[in-house]
């Protein structure tokens, strides 16, 4: 009866944070598919740009966000089939940031001259707020999974420091993703400027406009993923106690 009425507090708030997070990811894919040109590799720098914010929205936003709230979800599921599913959704996500960096980095350095294509005029990497804030989180963000893995994963650790890091994991997975988020939101006004200019973005531009809406539903989500992920009412209660590693 407890746990039923658990979900029943948790599901609605899950439902909204899913409808918040799916138009997010349909939002800046219009956002960058359309508003700002469109995709490209290193064939067209300008263009291999916007899988920057698209790969960074999904992965460090939704996917991460969801990825929090794995244990919330089915607390029915055994815990190692839990972890091993976070551990990989953490991973796509680090993928995906991956791919993202790589296209940002090259945009940057094989950014064409204007009155000369054929020469490259590169752009200065990692002198805004954004790229300080966005690089240290996806460091953060990796050491987070590395050491996460290596402690719920890996066979030989101890019931006691697994007990021990847990809490700590919890409470930076949680600080990184609100950081991330930031840094999102951070990489949209910094594209806006730089796409359209101040002027066109006081004057209503359908970037600007769309760009905002993108950061309302961001915030949104982020509040309920950390609501759910934070308040006692949903922690996960296990059925048996842990004896061994075998157990969990």
């Known amino acids: 009866m407890e746990l039923l009425e658990k979900m029943t507090a948790f599901k609605p708030i899950f439902a909204m944070a899913q409808l918040f997070g799916i138009t997010v990811v349909a939002l800046i894919s219009i956002w960058s598919g359309h508003y700002l040109g469109g995709f490209a590799w290193q064939s067209n720098p300008g263009l291999q740009f916007n899988w920057h914010p698209l790969l960074m929205t999904i992965g460090m936003v939704y996917l991460y966000g969801n990825g929090i709230l794995m244990y919330r979800i089915n607390p029915k599921s055994s815990k190692i089939k839990l972890k091993m599913l976070h ?13 993202g960096l790589k296209a940002v980095f090259d945009s940057h350095d094989l950014n064409p001259c204007s009155e000369n294509p054929e020469e490259l005029c590169p752009i200065p990497n990692m002198f805004s707020y954004h790229s300080w804030i966005g690089l240290t989180t996806v460091v ?33 997975g949680i600080v990184i993703f609100i950081c991330a988020c930031v840094s999102v939101l951070l990489g949209m006004i910094e594209q806006i400027l730089f796409f359209i200019g101040g002027g066109k973005y006081t004057q209503f531009h359908p970037v600007g406009v769309m760009a ?37």
Not at 144 to 160: M, S
């Open 87 to 99: 551990a990989f959704t953490m991973l796509m996500v680090l993928v995906m940031v991956v791919i």
């Open 140 to 172: 953060l963000f990796a050491m987070q999974w590395f050491l996460g893995f290596a402690t719920f994963l890996l066979p030989g650790v101890t019931l006691k420091l697994k007990a021990n890091y847990l809490p700590s994991h919890t409470f930076f």
């Open 212 to 248: 905002n809406c993108i950061a309302i539903f961001v915030i949104i989500f982020v509040t309920a993923v950390v609501y759910l992920a934070t308040n006692a009412r949903f922690n996960r209660q296990d059925t048996k106690p842990m004896m061994t590693n075998n157990n969990e």
